[in-house]
């Protein structure tokens, strides 16, 4: 038999203490939450729900997620109701995560979701981006921008618009800088709110409006479904690829506006900081995913990918500069 020299046997404990006391110092791996939803607060059809679907879509592929997402419908207030749930009365669900956008920004800007303000969630990532968009019918006589406002500038009783939101909301928003450029007091319009895009989608293709100032993503959904929908314009400083290539911005119209819309995720205000860092991982690792380019252009979103800490400055950001645009119009009550 051969012995082996004492000193190897103390070097190869020494090492394996060593290996063991490093095993044990180790961070260990962060679970994943148990049972993932994405809470979209809206109707189905609309940009929140796209928002969570393309979460669904995405996080799977990319493997970041095993269990499977599903998506719940939480309207009302155009974002309020929800917000209200998970700060209030479900705060540190690990599991769950809320769709988001710009127009849930501007609401946050002008105190709309009650006495819970921008810095009562966690943000959590930002997935894309979309714009705004002014769509008729497809047998509307309005064949472009200019004579859509010209008619609502020569009678604005005769000019229905509507939108996804009260008036102060992004669509609502959209709507007042174009008949404002075009010279036409914001206060006469004639506006219907909704409570989501697809509720105004409906409203337009049953004739109950005229137009509707959407979102680029759900009017690109549309088009794919074959809805008899015609877009007059986008409101980029350039035009958009794909679908929408052949319309021409707001800006080449004579109407210089731009309006991006952010699409995202927050989770409760009490969420660990290990259940929100298991979020943030799993969405670098999505985004970095040669596929998630395209699921996220396959639900008409352009790239914009956020997580974190710099999610959450860029969103706070952002809510200043809506709250100085909704003040001039007279949105927030000194």
Known sequence: MRLIPSFSIRGLLGRTALAGAAIACAPAALAEPPRPECVAPAQPGGGFDLTCRLAQTSLKASGALQA??????????????????????????????????????????????GRYNV?????????????GVAVVREDSPYKDLPSLMSALKQDPTKIVLGAGGSVGSQDWMKAALTAQAAGVDFKKMRFVAFEGGGEAITALRGGHIQAYMGDAAEAMQMLEGGAPIRVLAVYNKERLPGRLADVPTAAEQGYDIEWPIIRGYYVGPKVSDADYQWWVEAFKKTMADPGFAKLQAQQGLFPFNLVGDELDAYVKQRVQEYAKQADAFGLIKK
């Not at 599991?95 to 127009?103: E, L, P, Q, R």
Request: neutral net charge; proline residues 5%; without cysteine.
């Open 68 to 113: 499977p997402l599903r998506i719940v419908y939480m309207p009302g207030g155009i974002g309020a109701v929800a917000y209200n749930n998970i700060v209030a009365q479900r705060p540190a669900e690990a599991g769950t995560i809320v769709a988001f956008s710009g127009g849930s920004l501007l609401n946050l800007a002008q105190g709309k979701f």
């Open 119 to 131: 810095d009562d969630v966690r943000w959590l990532a930002a997935v894309g981006t979309d714009y």
